[in-house]
């Protein structure tokens, strides 16, 4: 898997595969979970110095990248808690008497414009907009008030003195600059940030909206798939996105297993589609689960916006944009689980909603499955691999070793069964850093932080 | 089959479930009738516990209802080509009649008719009765489950006013201004939408338990100042709490007008008031 070049190598003789090693783990150990801790996002920032998470407690905790240490230029930086708030909280609807679910669905950062960062995260119903800013110096000499904050008798005042700004310990605070309500009536399940830099677009089961992030009380309209009559009702929005660099255009998909690129300025509403992705199906792999595990549960531009990644429940693909017959490139993620679609579908796990995500480079995708195993796919080399964030390698610098499912046959030793897998222990959300070899896996509660190896 | 990982459940029901499951996936032997039966079942009983829940998850309801959808359209096909097979005479165009097939209805057309007859339509079953019937009723199982549990996500769910932006080929985007701002015009659609369900709800049982379960809470109190609210004029004379109970066939109706906070609050006694539905109707 090539990644980016080293820091003063020349590619070395050792081999192009990359090694991913440990570097973190951020959560508690306990083998009783809190519901409220359940990891529900992972976002890196545009640098990458920032990791957000979202949980299901609707807390968001972002984790910033320490300066590379000057006795060791190769070590990379560890990543710490730099700010934690609460961002949602639950609500209840009283006009329907129902509860309005405080998790946090997405999140997504804004680029960096001054010092103060911006990050957008939702719930069911309603979006944030969350400035991020520090405070390191203080005022002091305040003419009104004593140093302890008692107001001053203006009488006894004789003379006017300028507040000085005094170094304090660095505070970080988080603050909602922008409340984006009552603009969806079924639950949000995306967000994306425009490549203007100036509108967002959010995403509910049937509807898609437009928004300047200036404006709170209004939003477009773009999408809406909701029938006349319900009863009609067969495919719903499951993901939603703008492309990286044309801000007129965006894509969703569906659960029928299809995506539709929209150009805004074709017409307002975009409900006719400029381009139809999808694949026919396979009559020969046809079963009654057909439809439910065609149903694609992310889409995800490469960041040279030529490519577009969709993740249904047992594979990859990667689509060309100018080709809307057939993907390029289709990934197996865990097609051992195709002979098992009726008990998962018993315990609902065929509804899990897995996310994909690209390697800066475009050249490797990673996405994840169960047991806490996750999957790389090199789209050069066409290897892939599987890994475990466990917390057995969870040694410091500790390579990961690969892991393999034994589909059939005899077990070899280190493989694991099919039937031995922990379907409770599923990872859906993962990140990879924007420029470096750095990935954050989020295993139900724990935040698992990898790295490449070094040599 | 799922492991050490998985959590057993305590229903005797779902664990039944979790071994015909695991025989569904290991068995190569299972007759495909029985397959399909058996993930119609799940299918049901899904959308069923979805029904109770005050807010059912939209993606899941509309995936499962498709897959029942498939298996009933199967079911269907299947139907009405076994005549064929019994008797290779009748002619394909025979056996489509889209204006006698109602859903609900497995057409079967009999065998052992000529082909000059063939086109007489008879609808005498060839099946066995009990079989016959058993797919009959579950076809309307199915086709109800799916539409009121649609239905019911709809007026439930669905508060905002329909949108005023003016279709394809319109340079100026629309504001849609009243999106969700304005609450009491959101109600007053809300209420709107439910007169015109409430007359079409005639197979949808938990408008019955909507009914008791406003009888339940509200017995004491006069229910003219609810029927007053109502946008449309009720399709039925509002009725006196003491005659509910015994007449909930007809009073239905109006009480789908009511708040739709009344409905929230029934759809979390629908076991016991299915329970009680099912005394007093006698099934």
Known sequence: MAGVARAGGDGGGSSNELQWCFSQVKGAIDEDVAEADIISTVEFNYSGDLLATGDKGGRVVIFQREQESKTRPLSRGEYNVYSTFQSHEPEFDYLKSLEIEEKINKIRWLPQQNAAHFLLSTNDKTIKLWKISERDKRAEGYNLKDEDGRLRDPVRIKELRVPTLKPMDLMVEASPRRIFANAHTYHINSISVNSDYATYLSADDLRINLWHLEITNRSFNIVDIKPANMEELTEVITAAEFHPQQCNVFVYSSSKGTIRLCDMRSSALCDRHSKFFEEPEDPSSRSFFSEIISSISDVKFSHNGRYMMTRDYLSVKVWDLNMENRPVETYQVHEYLRSKLCSLYENDCIFDKFECCWNGLDSTIMTGSYNNFFRMFDRNTRRDTTLEASRESSKSRAILKPRKVCTGGKRKKDEISVDSLDFNKKILHTAWHPTENFIAVAATNNLYLFQDKIN | ?283
Do not use: W
């Not at chain 2, 029985?34 to 939209?58: G, I, S």
């Not at chain 2, 290779?88 to 889209?98: A, C, F, Q, R």
């Not at chain 2, 709490?241 to 007449?247: F, K, N, R, V």
């Open chain 2, 1 to 283: 089959m799922l492991g050490r990982g998985l959590k057993r459940k305590l229903s005797d029901y779902e664990e039944n479930m979790a071994g015909l499951s695991s025989a569904f996936d290991s068995s190569r032997s299972l007759p495909y009738p029985l397959k399909r039966q058996l993930v119609l079942n799940m299918c049901l009983t899904k959308l069923q516990t979805y029904k109770m829940l005050v807010e059912p998850n939209l993606h899941r309801s509309v995936l499962i209802a498709n897959t029942v959808r498939q298996i009933q359209e199967e079911m269907r096909q299947e139907s009405n080509q076994q005549p064929v097979n019994i008797c290779p005479g009748i002619t394909p165009s025979s056996h489509s009649y889209p204006g006698m097939e109602s859903s609900g209805i497995s057409l079967q057309l009999p065998s052992g008719i000529s082909q000059q007859e063939s086109s007489c339509c008879d609808l005498r079953s060839v099946e066995d009765p009990i079989e016959n019937s058993l797919l009959i009723v579950s076809d309307d199982d199915m086709s109800s489950a799916i539409s009121s549990i649609l239905k019911d996500l709809d007026f439930v769910e669905d508060i905002s006013p329909p949108t005023c932006l003016v279709p394809s080929g319109d340079d100026q985007p629309k504001f849609p201004e009243n999106t969700g701002l304005k609450l009491e015009d959101d109600r007053q659609d809300l209420k709107g939408a439910e007169c015109v369900f409430g007359s079409f709800e005639i197979s949808n049982s938990t408008s019955y338990l909507k009914d008791l379960a406003i009888d339940d809470i509200f017995e004491d109190i006069d229910t003219s100042m609810y029927d007053s609210d109502f946008c449309c004029p009720p399709l039925m004379p509002p009725r006196s709490p003491s005659l509910a109970t015994e007449e909930p066939l007809k009073t239905f109706p109006s009480c789908n007008s009511s708040s739709a906070s009344n409905i929230q609050i029934c759809r979390t006694d629908l076991s016991e008031l299915d329970h009680i539905m099912e005394i007093l109707v006698g099934s």
